[in-house]
């Protein structure tokens, strides 16, 4: 063992070097290229900057509702519910949702409510919701905006993000561009 | 085809059209064979030569190796242990997160150094930038360990009598730095340029559209998930891992994050091929692994698609599938994916909450771990699929009435002796730790009530997949379990350093004594290991000596789960 620690000291060393400190020095000064510097996408509106990819609370009757969160919207804390698909608990909390949901859209139909409305994301953050969770919120935002419900639906198809090269993945909306969007309509 | 399908079909086709030629040139780097890098690789490696005080060219026995690996390895945890320790009063740490614990110390430290990653920690607060970069060191180095003690294994099956089996710090050094190193590099960028962030500024805080005031925690991100997807390491940046949007933002991310999970596992078993000048038994391992895969694959990718029962039962629609703890970005299909490559290989990154997964799906990732060699951890995965050739092939030469000989080599008791130690090692560090948290948890319930998350058989799960995981050296969970308390850390510290250290012993122990013994030219009377039929047979010997013994674990959480709920 002797004749090994000292090579093995060495060696970590310049690992530690290399691994810790000039690859990530590479990766760094290459990023500052990248979107914002680095720091991560951004989406800048009315003069304020949000996380394009970190999802926000969105309860609100009068926008798009987000997905639950186990977290709250937390991005200093994110994580999911860890509920196995049995828990008496974990069910109940979803029943709940629905009815919630059904008391704020009267006009929606118990069994067009897809699940992703009521169920929360793995991180707690997820900026999307499904193009079925949008569109049954229309008749909402519509009545509370005044705004005519195909305008509604167009806004929808303008912000929905296809699979990846069009045939990969999921077709989804991006919460925070569609309410944006929504703002801006008048 | 559905689009969620044909996403899983084109990250399988892109691997396996990466891993071919990959493998290829991982042979090429252990036995030391010209390539273009060269150029620049060559004056690289001489610096850590020359300020290593190490001489390259001095071969080594297996026991030798055993000493150069452990050695370092001890080194590896003194050092994490420092820095976790003290990573308060250290530089870069902005959000001003605190120092370990000495038993969370104890856990993290030796779930780095074995390529576990399993964290009782979340790396928002728990964390500091410094205490993430020297993690990641451990995220190159203990998979390039695994990578260079599998070449060993491969020199000692060539056909010929020797002891000497090249050197162990000039296998893990060009592992490092052509290997790991290039790939990473690639794979960081890539994600850096498609939304990872990557900076050493601390959280920031904004006002979200609906008035909300928010902390964003950003961070040195896509330098480490890099890394962490490549070495079947699988420790995130954020506590949620590649779940989170800043670790994994959009599909492509997803595709190469996914993609990298599978790259040099699979491309260490064409190395094999190459190194050996095998091919057919590279394709016969390769052919086992996947069929192995494929069959955790296909159900759990229906269970996930088709949904949880008890919500269909309340008259709402799942037009995407089981949508609890997962990314509507991803979806479902690429979630199940990602959860089979992550459990079979020892990865244990996650970009969906595995404790929210439908019964079976729960099961075959708990099944990928129990088995463990289905491509398996970077380099460990072959040691442990090593096994099972040294069972299969003895059980076969019992069954025609020959002495068992694998490539040449007369294979004996001793060699047996190792071999089932091994095997059985992996159950009963998995069977004894999961039945004493559960008499803990069962004689005083009140006392232990925040280890688990839920209730009932799925509680029993969160436990059983604890276990599985350390021992497996996986490092993902059923999150819901509480286990930062010092049972858990300690518990699966322990499990950790016995699942690492000791499978690698018993395969390069049983190589080396192989490679010491006299080469028996093949003869007709061989059993050849390199058809089908024998393939087969190392089949079934996992699925009785792996999959059997955990059956009636199995039975009292996910499959008793399963039936409660349909």
Not at chain 1, 68 to 76: G, H, I
Not at chain 2, 361 to 389: A, D, E, K, P
Not at chain 2, 395 to 400: D, K, P
Not at chain 2, 465 to 487: K, M, R
Request: hydrophobic share 45%; charged share 15%; proline share 5%.
């Amino acid at each position: 063992m002797k004749e090994h620690i000292l090579p093995a000291i060495q060696i970590t060393a310049i690992c530690l070097l290399i691994f810790s400190g000039v690859y990530t020095l590479i990766v760094l000064a290459v990023s500052q290229l990248s979107f914002n510097n680095g720091k991560g996408e951004i989406i800048v509106a009315n003069g304020k900057t949000y996380y394009t990819n970190v999802g926000q609370k969105f309860t609100d009757d009068k926008y798009f509702y987000s997905r639950p969160s186990a977290v709250d919207y937390n991005a200093a804390a994110s994580g999911g519910s860890n509920k196995g698909p049995a828990n008496p608990d974990y069910l109940k909390t979803v029943r709940d949702r629905i009815d919630t949901f059904l008391v704020h859209n009267p006009a929606v139909s118990k069994n067009k409510i897809p699940s992703d409305l009521v169920t929360a994301s793995g991180a707690g953050l997820d900026p999307h919701i499904s193009v079925q969770a949008a569109t049954i919120q229309v008749k909402r935002i519509a009545k509370l905006r005044s705004i005519p419900e195909p305008v509604l639906q167009e806004l929808i198809s303008k912000n929905t993000e296809k699979p990846l090269l069009g045939f990969l993945g999921t077709e989804r909306v991006h919460v925070l561009k569609l309410n944006l969007a929504l703002d801006q309509l008048k | 085809m559905n689009t969620e399908i044909l996403g899983i079909v084109g990250m399988y086709s892109i691997v396996l059209l990466l891993a071919i030629p990959f493998g290829k040139y991982i042979g090429k780097v252990f036995i030391n064979e010209k390539t273009w890098a060269d150029l620049f690789f060559n004056p690289l490696d001489k610096i850590f030569y020359k300020l290593g005080g190490i001489n390259p060219a001095k071969a080594m026995n297996w026991k030798q190796h055993l000493m150069a690996l452990l050695t370092i390895n001890l080194i590896w945890f003194l050092l994490a242990m420092l820095v976790l320790t003290n990573m308060s009063w250290l530089p870069l740490n902005p959000d001003g997160n605190p120092s370990m614990s000495g038993d969370l110390a104890f856990n993290t430290a030796v779930s780095f150094i074995t390529n576990t990653n399993l964290q009782h920690y979340s790396g928002e607060t728990g964390l500091s930038y410094f205490g993430q970069l020297t993690l990641m060191l451990w995220q190159f180095i203990s998979a390039a360990c695994g990578i260079a003690i599998a070449a060993v294994v491969f020199f000692a099956m060539k056909e010929r009598t020797t002891e000497k089996l090249g050197n162990f710090y000039f296998l893990f050094v060009r592992t490092c730095t052509r290997i790991l190193l290039p790939l990473a590099l690639t794979v960081a960028l890539l994600l850096a340029y498609n939304g990872v962030p990557m900076t050493f500024e601390g959280k920031d805080t904004i006002t979200n559209l609906q008035g909300d005031t928010v902390r964003v925690s950003r961070g040195p991100v896509a330098a480490f998930v890099a890394i962490k997807q490549l070495g079947t390491n699988g420790g995130g940046f954020y506590g949620p891992n590649s779940t989170h949007p800043l670790e994994n933002p959009n599909y492509f991310t997803n595709m190469v994050e996914t993609i990298s999970i599978f790259l040099i596992p699979i491309a260490m078993v064409f190395a094999l091929g190459f190194v050996l000048k095998k091919r057919k038994l590279a394709w016969m391992i390769f052919g086992v692994m996947t069929v192995g895969f494929i069959l955790l694959l296909v159900p759990t990718i229906t269970n996930e698609m088709k949904g949880n029962p008890a919500i269909a039962k309340m008259g709402i629609t799942q037009p995407l599938g089981s949508m609890e703890g997962k990314e509507v970005r991803f979806g479902p299909a690429a979630s199940a994916y990602w959860a089979i490559n992550t459990t079979v290989t020892s990865n244990g990154s996650v970009n969906a909450m595995h404790d929210s997964l439908t019964p079976l799906s729960g099961m075959n990732t708990l099944l990928g771990m129990m088995v463990n060699c289905f491509y398996g951890g970077v380099g460990v995965g072959f040691l442990n699929f090593y096994i099972f050739i040294i069972l299969a092939v003895f059980i076969s030469g019992l069954m025609v009435g020959r002495t068992p000989e694998f490539l040449g080599k007369k294979i004996e008791a001793r060699e047996m002796k190792i071999a089932m130690i091994i095997a059985l090692l992996h159950p009963l560090l998995i069977l004894a730790g999961t039945a004493i948290a559960s008499y803990l948890y069962a004689h005083n319930p009140t006392a232990y009530a925040s280890w688990l998350n839920n209730p009932g058989f799925h509680g029993f799960s969160e436990m059983l997949y604890e276990f599985t995981s350390s021992s497996a050296n996986n490092g993902s969970g059923f999150e819901g379990l509480g286990d930062n308390t010092p049972f858990w850390n300690i518990a699966c510290g322990v499990v950790m350093l016995l699942a690492r250290y000791l499978p690698i012993i018993g395969p390069v122990a049983i190589a080396g004594s192989l490679a010491a013994k006299k080469y028996i030219p093949e003869s007709a009377g061989t059993l050849k290991t390199d058809t089908a039929t024998f393939g087969l047979m190392v089949f079934a010997v996992i699925v009785i000596v792996a999959a059997l013994s955990f059956f009636p674990a199995l039975a009292l959480g996910p499959i008793a789960e399963y039936f409660s709920l349909y």
